[in-house]
Each structure stands twice: as structure tokens, then as C-alpha cells.
């Protein structure tokens, strides 16, 4: 994966950024998202927000090897703490994290969100409390996309600020549109996962028992869903 060729993960996030968008790409890594969309014509300007040193030299590199300095800014910072008043940003992404960390990332960098970006967040994993925290904080989910590369499934969710909204417990588990779509993916996703969570249930004996009810109720949601 470069500039030129993003993976499969990456372009459909790519695919979720409005044209002419001021994109901040917080945890950037190499900065391929922002400098592949720049180099399209696709986003007005970037800025790639990085916490730790070798990749935000890794992403001042690639920046610099496509000529891009004027278009974008490539800041170490800690999560939305790369975004400035003056950048003007209309879209945020936040990918290949842990859903309870992108989580905290929006909670912390709340003082830097103006309620008008749209966020296009792709977590590894951890999507219910970060749905939740969408929903507290009320943004509305307006897309859900489900793909698997390299054996792994990974989730995109593309939210905006709205009216207020409730998800029930479930909808906040599965997705609230993925739910409804119920695609063969999503299906064979969660067909996986029920028997994992059959074969956790079983080695349980000596756990407690909160996490023991926790883990018979998302089998149960999981056998109506797929019924």
C-alpha cells in the first residue's frame, strides 16, 4: 500500500469523504489517505494528525515526495489537537484503532469539534461504545459498510451532527443499518462470531457472573438476528 494504491479498507473510507472536503486524517500513519485523496482532486485541503514521531516523519515524507506542503499540514499532536481554528475542516477520519479508542479520541478533542464534520471512522474492532458514544453525543450514523481483507472484517461508520437519536441496545451491537441491510457479509460475520461466543461461553466457569449474562444475551441477540 502507497499514495497511489490504497488498500481496500482505506478506499472505501476514501470513498466516504465528501469532494472538497478540508479532511483531517488524525493517526495518519504515512499520510497515504490525505495525499491520495489530494493528488485525485478529490479534497481541498488536509491536515494529517499524528501522536508519535516515526510515522509523523513517515507522513511529512510521503507529503514532501508528492509536493503537497502547500495543501497539507502534517502535525504531531495528540488525537483532534492537530486541528487548528483556521483550518476550516468539514470532514474527519479516524481509522485502524481500536473502537473504545477512537471513542476516546472524540471525547478528549471535543473542544475541537465545531458539530459540522462529518466523522468517517473505521474501527478495528469495538464498534458498540463507539456508537454509543455517537448517539450521546448526537450524531447520527448515515452509513454503515462492512468488508473483509486479509482474513480480518473491518467496519466503516460515516456520522453527522443531527436531530437527536435513539439506537436500542442491539442496533448499537450489530449497527443500526447493518442490521436492516443484512448482507451476506454481514451475515457470515456474525454467523462466525456466534460460534466464538459459543466456545467463550463454554470455557466461562469460573468467571463472573455479569460477564457470563453479558456474554449469553449478545448470543441471543446474535441467534434472532441470524433466525
Known sequence: MNEHTLSLRLERVAANVPVGARLADIGSDHGYLPVA?????????????????????????????????????????????????????TAISVCGMGGETIRDILDNGKAHLRGKERLILQPNGGEQPLRQW???????????????????????????????????????????????????LFLAKWQRLLGLKRKTLAGLEQAPPAKVQAITEQINWISALLA
Open 134 to 184: 455517537l448517539m450521546d453525543n448526537g450524531y447520527s450514523i448515515l452509513h454503515e459498510e462492512l468488508l473483509r481483507e486479509n482474513r480480518f472484517y473491518y467496519e466503516i461508520i460515516v456520522a453527522e451532527r443531527a436531530a437527536p437519536v435513539r439506537y436500542t441496545p442491539e442496533q448499537l451491537y450489530f449497527g443500526p443499518l447493518q442490521m436492516q441491510a443484512r448482507s451476506p
Open 37 to 89: 485523496l489530494m493528488r485525485r482532486g478529490l479534497i481541498a485541503a488536509a491536515v494529517a494528525g499524528e501522536v508519535a514521531t516515526t510515522p509523523f516523519h513517515a507522513a511529512q515524507r510521503t507529503v514532501r515526495d508528492n509536493d503537497l506542503q502547500p495543501h497539507i499540514s502534517v502535525r504531531l499532536a495528540d488525537g483532534l489537537a492537530a486541528i487548528q481554528p483556521g483550518d476550516g475542516i
